[in-house]
């Protein structure tokens, strides 16, 4: 499948960019993006989504898959959630993990200059995208500025602390049931062919497809928001809501 490709064509080569600066970066992006273990793993090697290093792609498909995504899958597309620079910069830094030695750098605008932050909120931002924590970390479920996994809504309104954060109403959140075992769900899509959902049952929420007939809604479930940020202190969890109001403001 992976030579089946839409046609897609690359930018004009910026002959001037630096090839290891491009290839930080785009690992810079993979990490904080793709890396968990829900995705593709350190390195590429392989998580909840299937292994993509050493895999022989060509760079015109990973450019496809990443700006187009893969329908019907977890894979979404990423050319309105990255700048064209980390978009960029990721396909080549993926080229490289298969072998590609001097993969194609397209060109593209700046990306534009990211909020100053103060310390507490850099902090925070550390903490929100910090990988060490694994599952554990909010940019499982949460997306900001185009990095992390969209399991949740957009964030609109930000806790005004730490113990507003930990009492957050999740009411999106209901019970499903499916073939008799019940469980916390965030359903994203209900169609006459089939329900996608997030099994909250454990972290990171897992993605299921099933038919109509086979799934019964319920609204209402005790999960609770506090049960997945256990991993923070207070303190961790105000300086992540400083990140939050730098980097949501208006």
Not at 23 to 45: D, M, W
Not at 163 to 185: I, N, Y
Not at 231 to 236: K, N, P, S
Request: glycine share 8%; aromatic share 6%; proline share 7%.
């Amino acid at each position: 499948m992976k030579r089946i490709l839409l046609c897609l064509f690359f930018p004009i080569i910026a002959q001037a960019q630096n090839l290891p600066d491009v290839l930080k970066q785009g690992q810079e992006v993979f990490s904080r993006t793709c890396s968990n273990g829900y995705c593709h793993g350190p390195s590429g090697a392989g998580g909840g989504a299937p292994r993509i290093a050493a895999r022989g792609f060509e760079q015109a498909y990973i450019n496809n898959v990443v700006t187009r995504g893969i329908p019907n899958t977890a894979m979404q597309s990423f050319s309105n959630t990255l700048s064209r620079a980390d978009l960029n910069a990721v396909v080549a830094y993926v080229a490289s993990l298969n072998g590609i030695a001097n993969p194609v750098v397209a060109a593209g605008p700046a990306a534009p200059a990211a909020p100053a932050l103060s310390g507490d909120a850099a902090k925070g931002r550390d903490l929100f995208f910090d990988a060490v924590r694994s599952f554990g970390r909010c940019s499982t479920c949460h997306e900001v500025g185009g990095i992390g996994i969209p399991v949740a809504a957009p964030i609109s309104a930000i806790p005004a602390n730490a113990a507003a954060l930990k009492a957050l109403a999740t009411p999106r959140v209901s019970t499903v049931t499916v073939g008799g075992e019940s469980m916390p769900g965030l359903t994203i899509s209900n169609r006459s062919t089939s329900v996608m959902f997030y099994d909250l049952t454990v972290a990171p929420p897992v993605l299921r497809t099933e038919t109509p007939a086979a799934v019964r809604n319920t609204d209402g479930n005790n999960w609770r928001h506090s049960s997945v940020i256990s991993a923070y202190t207070d303190a961790e969890l105000s300086s992540i809501l400083a990140y939050l109001q730098a980097a949501l403001k208006p």
